[in-house]
């Protein structure tokens, strides 16, 4: 086992890890877990949170006991960090009992840099007893916000983790998350015993990410666009509100030729861990899932996260679209929605079982999602915002750009608003003349002055607002509908029907009293121009005609270590790392030793191999 002396943090960030330098709160972090401190800590994804309990593991005496949800995850996670020469293992329920027995001797001979396991498995009574017999580096606890019944991945056994400062006090402990509002943390620190730790909070901003949202029309059509225009060879996630929907989007977008597979809690378990395991093993795939999918994913080369349907928060959006880019390299975070979508979430949430308490939380949780979509200033800004940071904008020509991050669709392309108070009076008159008792379907047809049998049924072509909407089309008014629900001038009824009624808020437009500008919907909000869309994916402008040549060839190449290995292809090397080498082009070890992702180990098992495919290419040229 190495002992503090022997290793400093910034060695093994270098020759195991193969970086040269720290990014963002890392060093302090590392510095605060080396020291024996306790630390709560809030990265983004794609942040380097693993490498703050990693490296401390490695340098402190004894072993690091990591904490992790999935099975899945803690295979990549092992088998990633034995390629790089760390000495670590896993326990979980796929191990075989002579393979555990093998584990639990190389724990007590003090041989692992590092154990990663389950939440469930760590609180049983012969797993602390091992425990008690070890000499323990740290305890982190990755995922920290399924500690919370706030969240929006709870998981009761993180609960029982308090034990851990109960009975062993001298270990330090680091816990740490992507996403957790005030609240969230605030619960995080009760239920840990981390209410003493340091806090550590670094920016939640995804540079690398482009936010788009976009309103539903013909949302399979849209996102089948965007995946064949933007992203034919990338891997992707496609997230969707239903069971339902998983499977027939998944079965649409395979009939078109899309590499596409369903993840969802109605598969069974084989089902579901085989096509887990095909996404993260191989490329060029997408998986169409419902949130059941995703916590704890390591793949790197996401390019992007869909959505074709409204998210229920802005942690559950953050969380699911920071799946995307974890590399670094551009990602798209896409989404569809409608007014549909706005009705079905608030329905569900009127018949959730749950307390008073959680679905007032719940719906402000649904009203701030509702706003970032409507907004019509940076998306970016909004974002941080709601976590409490503000965006500081980029420098351009020497001055501060405030709240324009250059990178979302308000951003690139500025959305047009309209004065729209007199249609806004239209819609909640007509909610009003007609009872508050019907749907949004049923009331543009009376604006609009259509008479069904329905409407003569109800005698509403009667009513003074039947046909006084005949300047909107039908999709006009559905957006005058949605924007008016977003801002909380109408609401859906408890009784799950669907029918629209007003609030309080509504009083002061329906007088006059209060002018309204809406978004203007156009078809363009879906796509980004020609202009905009130059360097957007690894494969298209960043790579001119020989540099594709170099990088096909390189992705072979890992391609057949990964499958020699039986390791997804990004354990080898991140597609980051692969352009750092089409970049620079070393043509030696030393050169090779530079580029950022190749440690020492790596360098022995792979150095000359992609050499070898690089000095190829160097040929090719002088001829």
């Known amino acids: 086992m190495p002992s503090p002396q022997a290793n400093t943090a910034i060695d093994v960030l270098t020759n195991t890890f193969g970086y040269k330098q720290f990014r963002g709160e890392q060093e302090a972090i590392i510095k605060q877990t080396i020291a024996g401190q306790d630390a709560l800590v809030l990265m983004p994804t794609g942040g380097g949170k693993s490498l703050c309990y990693q490296i401390p593991s490695i340098v402190r005496q004894g072993t690091g006991i990591v904490v992790s949800p999935l099975i899945a995850l803690m295979h990549d996670q092992v088998s990633a960090l ?26 007590l001979r003090g041989e692992l840099d590092l154990l990663y396991i389950a939440p469930e498995r760590l609180c049983q009574e012969r797993t602390l007893n091992l425990l008690h017999q070890l000499e323990i580096a740290l305890f982190a606890i990755d995922e920290a916000h399924c500690v919370s019944q706030w969240g929006h991945d709870f998981r009761p056994e993180y609960i029982q983790l308090s034990i851990l400062h109960e009975q062993f006090p001298s270990v330090p402990r680091i816990a740490l998350t992507a996403t957790a509002d005030e609240s969230t943390r605030n619960e995080i620190a009760q239920r840990l015993d981390l209410v003493k730790a340091k806090l550590f909070i670094s ?48 079965m649409w977008l395979a009939e078109q030729g899309i590499k596409a597979i369903p993840y969802h809690a109605g598969l069974s378990t084989n089902i579901r861990q085989k096509h887990q395991e095909r996404f993260l093993r191989e490329e060029e795939i997408v998986i169409v899932a419902t949130v059941a999918f995703g916590m704890g994913i390591d793949k790197p080369d996401v390019r992007y996260v869909a959505h074709l349907d409204l998210p229920k928060s802005i942690e559950s959006y953050y969380q699911e679209t920071g799946r995307a880019g974890r ?20 329905q ?10 959680i679905k007032r939380l719940e719906q402000r949780k649904l009203e701030a999602m509702l706003g970032f979509c409507e907004i019509t200033s940076c998306r970016r800004a909004s974002l941080l915002g709601y976590f409490g940071e503000q965006y500081r904008g ?35 008159s007509c909610v009003f003349r007609t009872g508050q008792r019907f749907g949004v379907n049923y009331l543009i047809d009376v604006l609009r002055g259509k008479l069904t049998s329905r409407i003569e049924q109800f005698r509403h072509q009667e009513v003074s607002t039947f046909g006084i909407g005949s300047e909107l089309s039908e999709v006009q008014w559905r957006s005058v509908f949605r924007q008016l629900m977003a801002r909380g001038f109408i609401a859906v009824d408890m009784e799950g029907y669907g029918s629209l ?48 040549e ?57 150095g000359n191999e992609f050499l070898a495919v690089l000095n190829q290419y160097v040929t090719y040229s002088v001829i």
Not at 329 to 346: F, K, S, T
Not at 351 to 356: L, N, V, W
Not at 577 to 591: A, G, K, Q, R
Request: glycine share 4%.
């Open 82 to 107: 034995r390629l790089q020469g760390v000495a670590v293992a896993f326990l979980n329920s796929s191990l075989a009992f002579q393979e555990v027995q093998e584990i639990e001797g190389q724990l």
């Open 203 to 250: 920016s939640f901003d995804r540079p690398n990410i482009r936010y788009r949202v976009a309103q539903k029309n013909n949302p399979k059509k849209q996102l089948l666009h965007f995946i064949q225009t933007e992203h034919p060879q990338d891997a992707g996630i496609v997230y969707c509100l239903s069971r339902k929907k998983v499977d027939d989007t998944a």
């Open 327 to 346: 590399d670094g390299l551009p990602a798209d975070a896409w989404m569809v929605y409608g007014l549909q979508d706005v009705i079905m979430l608030r």
């Open 348 to 357: 569900m949430l009127a018949q959730s079982e749950a307390m008073e308490q």
């Open 394 to 428: 980029e420098q351009y020509q020497g001055e501060q750009r405030e709240e324009n991050c250059g990178n979302c669709d308000n951003c690139l392309e500025p959305v047009e608003s309209w004065e729209g108070t007199t249609e806004a009076r239209k819609a909640l």
């Open 501 to 548: 009624y007003l609030t309080e808020d509504s009083r002061p437009v329906l007088k006059g009293e209060q002018p309204l500008y809406f978004r203007k919907d156009v078809a363009k909000a879906n796509k980004i121009s020609k202009k905009n869309k130059q360097s957007r994916s690894t494969r298209s402008a960043n790579l001119a005609s020989e540099n594709k």
């Open 550 to 606: 170099i990088w096909a060839a390189l992705r072979a190449k890992r391609n057949e270590l990964a499958q020699e290995q039986s390791v997804p292809a990004y354990i080898i090397f991140h597609d980051a790392t692969l352009m750092e080498m089409m970049e620079y082009h070393p043509t030696s070890l030393h050169e090779m030793s530079q580029i950022n992702g190749v440690g020492a180990m790596k360098l022995e098992k792979y």
